[in-house]
């Protein structure tokens, strides 16, 4: 089984719902992130955990909500989807063990809002 | 604005040809500097990175090029194979342990 699980894989939704991406890991890490990657811009950050206690903004939180349920489990809300929160979404998380810590992504959530 | 400047946006380069991608940042509080992989349909995966103390690490047939005077770094590919293609995402790491990514070069590699 994959170690960074994201669900679901592709979702098609229409301006003003709210949706929500959900991230799991079996890595054991502490810390997880949400990014979204758009053509020409790569990856942002939209919001981290580095404890199930702990939620900081990104560089673009606005429009985005995050709950940390538990170690392994970290959701991403779009309260009222917008057509440019059309992206590809990514969790990843990683450890503790310093500056050199890798972080693990997942296989993505392919979001359209019409 | 991008805190971490990547070129070329694409990249062609012949099967056994040197891809070469450049990165270049403003902040001096960066203190790591990991390369990521992106293959279609999948999440980035680490490629290699290098501390900027050092000014060059070498893994196999990649190597990243630090200048730290000139804050920049490129990633080399030697013998460049198709199974290369990818995306290559240059990172530098910011104070809290959260990475800023370039914008990202889509390499091809011609058989």
């Known amino acids: 089984d994959a170690d960074v699980t994201q669900t679901p894989r592709n979702r098609i939704t229409k301006t003003g719902k709210r949706i929500m991406l959900e991230c799991s890991q079996t890595k054991g890490h502490d810390r997880m992130y949400w990014y979204r990657q758009d053509p020409g811009l790569g990856l942002r950050l939209i919001y981290y955990?580095?404890?199930?206690?702990?939620?900081n903004k990104g560089e673009i939180s606005d429009g985005y909500s995050v709950s940390r349920q538990a170690q392994a489990k970290f959701s991403l809300s779009l309260e009222s989807a917008i057509p440019n929160q059309t992206a590809l979404y990514f969790c990843a998380t990683s450890g503790t063990g310093g500056i050199e810590e890798t972080q693990y992504f997942g296989p993505g959530t392919r979001l359209l809002v019409l | 604005q991008q805190q971490v400047k990547q070129s070329p946006q694409s990249l062609i380069v012949q099967k056994g040809g040197i891809s070469i991608i450049n990165c270049a940042y403003e902040n001096t509080a960066f203190d790591y500097f990991p390369w990521y992989q992106q293959f279609p349909g999948k999440g980035p995966a680490l490629l290699i990175a290098i501390r900027p103390d050092v000014s060059e690490k070498k893994e196999g047939r990649f190597t990243i090029s630090f200048n730290k005077s000139a804050k920049q770094f490129s990633l080399h590919i030697m013998d460049s194979q198709p199974g290369d293609s990818a995306t290559y995402f240059c990172a530098a790491l910011e104070y809290g342990n959260k990475l800023v990514f370039g914008a990202g070069t889509i390499l091809r590699v011609k058989s």
């Open positions: 955990s580095f404890d199930v206690k702990d939620i």
